[in-house]
């Protein structure tokens, strides 16, 4: 019995003792894995010592004799502060998240194999120019030498048990079709669901559901697209013809989808080995979606006759998922610019994590500012088989084949995987649909040549001119570019490039066979749509049309949001005589409620009917709901609100009702069918319960009053999903901070201690303070250029990925409380010196 005794004590000791040394072992790795921020270290490549000086936030000051040697100090800095991050955005549109993470990422690497994007990054590397493959390499040799430099490698490889990989210079464009697949990734859904819902209606019908435009559109330049009046009962009638097909499908597939994921747990989605905002847009759409929850953004500019400092202003908010750490690293760069040999460059703003850029921000002549445009930027191709030859395909220069590549998957702890991809002379196959036909991807993210530019350009403006000129046909996401100089002009373009068009809009999928649909390359620089110097002396974009015409037809539509930001931050700058940055910040803060305002009263006046309230067993919950969408509405979308919660929550309901009822017959041809990715809902559904045509009404409801009613008991349900009492479902309690490191989830015990607190968030969709819960506003700029000094630059997180950093979330408070934080790097408390190997 002794003996057993002792066996087991010292069995015991053995597991403490491997325990306690296992503790000590991941604390040390831990620690010898943190950044140097002091002393010396050495890099390959250097012409000549450069100079890192960070202030209090761990924001760098590099000081470099050459703009390949910032490069090189650059790449050092973000592989020794984010080179995990780094890693998922170069693997995701790469296909190679699971050779990382396992088997759990082969759904993601399955649809991302599709693209080829390897194959296209390595050809867009050999086009690229000279001077910027000098720059792409010293960056590279940068991060491989800030990778070497740390102590260990960093923290999540230890979890994942893995060794980093040494980047090379086709990942920095690895890293840009990343943000192609984040912003643009979606536009083949949208282009199929319009196209469903257009081969299965009346063409009057899907003109008055799928126009994009509302009331509240506010473009800088011409007039708002105007809504088409709704059809009559000879054209779509639900009532009689198209009953029976609606009654097939009652319920939305985006509430299936939410059901799904509630089930398995959003949060799960961190364990597919990336970013939620870099997974393929079909796998995590449910988890934050609705018709205008999209990838957007801010940005104005306001010119010297309006600003206090008698300069250009440029204000910009990125609106993006917010994980932990934040996709952007602030930098300043000051360094020998041989095309201005008598004075040194500087340019401040945040960059991206594997890119050599500064991507917004200024440099002390023009400062610019990005909002993902809303463009067509993407083309589905109907493709004809040959009738002959099933494995051919029709083309305007006669039958070709197939082209099939074997995409080999290397999942981590599994067998290797091959996935057959088919491509044409337009792209990948990228769908079938229910009738058997497929469909290829035209899309600029494709084309190497398109990609290969050199995405510093913009560093180098004076003018606005300059910077416009500089980002028209850049090989990157197409953005509303918008631009201020010291001279205090102001200017809008669209950066990236533009394809040209010939003989269709590319709103819906389309035959390019007979060659009478094609594009006929890209736009030339002198031919994009431009703004300079607009009459009212102000420029403002949100995602929504900035022009019209004949230059919003060269731009196409891909998804538009809503023009209500865009009419806020509108009426904002036009109620200010002489703009400030604090005056920029405070319109970048606003979540007045105007969107909703409508909807609140069009709910009481509904529950202020003689019978809405009854005496069903609805009559008591009606009768609260009523009560507190009357009593706490605050005008805003402010945390403590409930009426705000209950309008958007009624609002929801009803719009998700009626599109899902209308849109049915299109699941003829798109099984998977969601009304949800054509961004619409919101303008038709209104239009039809302020004029509440009977032949338009679902056909399980007598009256539009009834549909509406109805809708209040369903957002009454969902609100009780939360808790039982109406009056504590406040905005704050649903739209909270959800703000996750990728592995959180993963690690037992100590990984809720990665993710930013969950605080209540102000504001919405709906406002220019952009939150959701995994959404929201991923910077905050506003700064006159030669001003720098004055301007304020804000993040959600901090500048390290390291949780034992001091600078892992201490700029979360700020960005919170929307508290200006200076544009410049402050004094500097430490310096690290890099010298030539």
């Known amino acids: 019995m002794r003996r057993v005794l002792r066996y087991t004590l010292i069995l015991l000791a053995v597991i403490i003792g491997l325990i306690v040394g296992g503790g000590v072992y991941a604390r040390s790795q831990l620690k010898a894995s943190l950044p140097i921020v002091d002393g010396s270290s050495s890099v390959p490549g250097l012409a000549a010592p450069a100079r890192v000086e960070r202030d209090a936030l761990g924001v760098p000051t590099i000081t470099a004799g050459s703009r390949e040697d910032a490069a090189r100090a650059l790449g050092f800095l973000h592989a020794q502060d984010r080179f995990f991050q780094m890693d998922l955005q170069r693997r995701q549109p790469a296909g190679e998240l699971s050779g990382l993470v396992g088997i759990r990422a082969l759904e993601v690497d399955e649809e991302a194999r599709v693209h080829r994007f390897r194959d296209v990054a390595h050809r867009a590397l050999e086009l690229t120019e000279p001077s910027y493959r000098r720059i792409l390499d010293a960056y590279a040799e940068g991060v491989n030498a800030g990778l070497g430099a740390l102590g260990a490698a960093p923290f999540e490889y230890l979890v994942l048990r893995a060794v980093p990989e040494p980047w090379q210079a086709e990942d920095s464009i690895l890293t840009v079709l990343a943000m192609f697949n984040t912003l643009q990734g979606r536009q083949a859904l949208f282009e199929r669901t319009l196209g469903a819902i257009q081969e299965t209606m009346p063409e009057p019908m899907f003109r008055f559901l799928m126009t994009a435009g509302s009331e509240w559109d506010t473009p800088v330049i011409g007039s708002a697209i105007a809504r088409p009046p709704i059809p009559g009962p000879e054209v779509f009638d639900l009532r009689h013809g198209q009953a029976t097909e609606t009654r097939k499908h009652p319920s939305t597939p985006l509430a299936k989808t939410r059901a799904s994921l509630r089930a398995s747990g959003c949060n799960e989605i961190a364990l597919l080995g990336a970013s939620v905002f870099l997974l393929a847009p079909s796998v995590v759409e449910g988890c934050f979606r609705d018709e205008h929850v999209i990838a957007g953004s801010n940005n104005w500019a306001v010119d010297a006759a309006h600003s206090a400092s008698g300069t250009a202003l440029v204000a910009n908010d990125m609106h993006l998922a917010i994980n932990v750490p934040i996709i952007w690293y602030r930098a300043s760069m000051a360094y020998a610019d041989s095309s201005q040999p008598k004075t040194a460059a500087r340019v401040t703003g945040v960059t991206l994590p594997g890119l050599p850029s500064i991507v917004v921000g200024s440099n002390g002549q023009v400062a610019w500012g990005f909002t993902n445009s809303g463009g067509d930027w993407s083309d589905l191709v109907r493709i004809d088989p040959d009738p002959r030859e099933p494995s051919r395909y029709l083309t305007p220069e006669g039958p070709k084949p197939f082209e099939t590549f074997s995409e080999t998957i290397l999942a981590k702890g599994a067998a290797s995987q091959t996935v057959q991809v088919r491509w044409t002379m337009w792209g990948p196959i990228v769908w079938k649909d229910a009738k058997g036909r497929e ?36 090989g990157i996401p197409n953005q509303n570019v918008t631009a201020g100089d010291t001279s205090g002009r102001i200017g809008w373009t669209i950066g990236g490039a533009i394809p040209r068009r010939v003989g269709h809009d590319g709103l819906t999928p389309a035959s390019w066979a007979d060659g009478t649909h094609r594009w006929d ?40 949001a809503d023009g209500i930001r865009a009419r806020l931050i509108r009426d904002r700058l036009m109620a200010i005589d002489k703009a400030t940055p604090k005056d920029m910040l405070a319109i970048q803060l606003e979540n007045k409620a105007l969107f909703l305002d409508r909807w609140r009263t069009l709910v009481l006046e509904a529950l202020q009917r003689p019978d809405a309230i009854g005496t069903g067993p609805h009559s008591r919950q009606r009768a609260e709901f009523g009560r507190l969408v009357e009593t706490t509405w605050t005008g805003r979308a402010s945390p403590d609100s409930v009426a705000y919660r209950l309008v958007r929550q009624f609002r929801a309901a009803l719009v998700r009702r009626v599109m899902t009822t209308l849109t049915a017959p299109a699941r003829r041809i798109d099984p998977a069918f969601d009304y949800t990715r054509s961004l619409r809902g919101e303008s038709p559904v209104w239009q039809l319960v302020s004029e509440k045509p009977a032949h338009l009404l679902d056909p399980q409801f007598k009256t539009w009053d009834e549909q509406i009613l109805f809708a209040v008991d369903v957002a009454i349900g969902e609100l009780a999903e939360a808790g039982p ?6 905005w704050g309690e649903f739209n909270r901070a959800q703000m996750f490191h990728p592995l959180a989830s993963g690690i037992p015990f100590f990984g809720r201690y990665l993710n930013m607190p969950s605080d209540p968030l102000p504001g919405d969709v709906y406002t220019p303070r952009a939150h959701s819960p995994r959404a929201g506003p991923s910077q905050r700029m ?27 979330g201490d700029q979360y408070r700020a960005w919170l409380n929307g508290e200006p934080s200076p544009f410049l790097p402050g004094p500097t408390v430490s310096t690290l010196t890099l010298t030539p190997r």
């Open 725 to 730: 009492t109406l009056a504590d479902r406040t």
């Open 439 to 474: 469909y290829a991807q035209r899309w600029i993210a494709h084309d190497a040549q398109a990609i290969s530019s050199d995405v510093t350009r913009p560093e180098r403006a004076q003018t606005v001119d300059e910077v416009l000129a500089a980002v028209a046909g850049l």
């Open 782 to 808: 506003a700064v006159s250029p030669g001003l720098e000094k004055d301007g304020i630059m804000e993040v959600p997180t901090g500048q390290s990925g390291h949780p034992l950093s001091p600078h892992y």
């Open 521 to 560: 390359g890209y736009l030339p620089a002198g031919e994009f749509p431009r703004i300079t110097n607009p009459e009212g002396g102000r420029i403002w974009t949100a995602n929504a049309p900035v022009v019209d015409g004949a230059m919003l037809a060269t731009i196409g539509e891909g998804g538009y």
